[in-house]
């Protein structure tokens, strides 16, 4: 049988041969790649809050706790440990950072059911009630950036100071009479037919290609990026997988972003080839009573790992502004 995969990893077998005469692929040897180990987060303490359906949601809480709490919400098929260079960053600036795995990826259970945006939002409201924060700036990622809105939109009051959306899913990303500009259903079931498939192969063409923007000409590329996404990627679990691509690509966050009256901060690359700027953060500023755009010319969706540093500072300014 063929597997017809999403025409934005049809290049995948380019940037391969060309990322292995830059790193050497082939010295990983008969014994399999390296990247294939099991691997632990040594520099962080990890714990659990459990939901009232039994699911155990991983998260870190590092720094001081009478410091200016951050937490930072991941996309999809990741984990908390994609905010690596954030964590750090702000770690050494004094700050209280939170990052957790959402249900179904990373180390949090995983789920057969409740993998849609209701669900992950009441998760973080469990999480933040069970750590009591006030006041907290909430950052998210791709689909942690519709997490973040989907939140903070239904918050209990006090909880939320700011909010950060990058690259990310709002308003709706699936084409749709009210969406005219999004992207074709067909996409997003090539993606699901994909990790069917070989969900192992599909999470190293994604970082491999469009995700980074390693598909670009004259691309920085780093393996050492490209298999820490499939760590991740692998570590959580299949079917939450599956149904994470219907709430990334299908929900409607209009409504969300509207009630949405805290200091939000939109970011996003104009080079985003897995969630198009032209359809999401423009309109999500406009959108948000209280919205701040800023756009970085010819960045990747995954610029804040590539442009960690620009990202960073950007973050920052706006948190202590």
């Not at 690259?167 to 999004?182: E, H, I, L, T």
């Not at 309109?283 to 010319?297: M, V």
Request: with cysteine; proline share 6%.
């Amino acid at each position: 049988m063929t597997t017809h995969l999403p025409d934005f990893l049809a290049t995948r077998r380019d940037v391969l041969a060309a990322a292995a005469s830059v790193t050497g692929l082939a010295a990983l040897g008969a014994s399999g790649p390296a990247f294939a180990q099991p691997t632990t987060s040594g520099d962080s303490k990890m714990d659990t809050v459990t939901t009232k359906d039994g699911v155990k949601i991983h998260y870190k809480d590092l720094g001081p706790k009478n410091a200016q709490a951050l937490v930072f919400h991941h996309g999809w098929p990741l984990s908390s440990d994609d905010w690596d260079a954030q964590v750090m960053f702000f770690l050494l600036k004094g700050y209280r950072v939170i990052a957790h795995d959402r249900r179904g990826h990373g180390r949090s259970t995983q789920t057969f059911d409740g993998n849609e945006m209701d669900t992950y939002a009441a998760d973080v409201a469990a999480l933040t009630d069970a750590l009591d924060l006030k006041g907290a700036v909430h950052i998210g990622h791709s689909t942690g950036g519709g997490e973040v809105v989907h939140y903070v939109a239904r918050a209990k009051p006090g909880r939320v100071s700011k909010a950060v959306i990058i690259g990310a899913v709002p308003p709706v990303m699936v084409k749709k009479p009210s969406n005219p500009g999004g992207t074709p259903i067909e996409m997003f079931d090539g993606l699901r037919a994909a990790l069917v498939a070989n969900r192992s192969q599909l999470f190293l063409d994604l970082p491999t290609g469009p995700f980074y923007g390693f598909n670009r000409p004259g691309a920085k590329i780093s393996q050492a990026t490209i298999y820490n996404w499939w760590r991740q990627g692998m570590a959580g679990g299949a079917k939450a997988h599956y149904d994470c691509i219907k709430a990334f690509s299908e929900t409607d966050f209009t409504e969300d972003l509207k009630a949405i009256t805290v200091p939000t901060l939109v970011m996003h690359g104009t080079d985003d080839q897995i969630v198009p700027i032209a359809d999401s953060a423009p309109l999500s500023a406009k959108l948000l009573k209280n919205g701040t755009l800023k756009t970085y010319e010819g960045l990747p969706h995954g610029m804040a790992t590539t442009h960690a540093d620009v990202i960073n500072a950007d973050l920052l300014a706006f948190i202590k502004a």
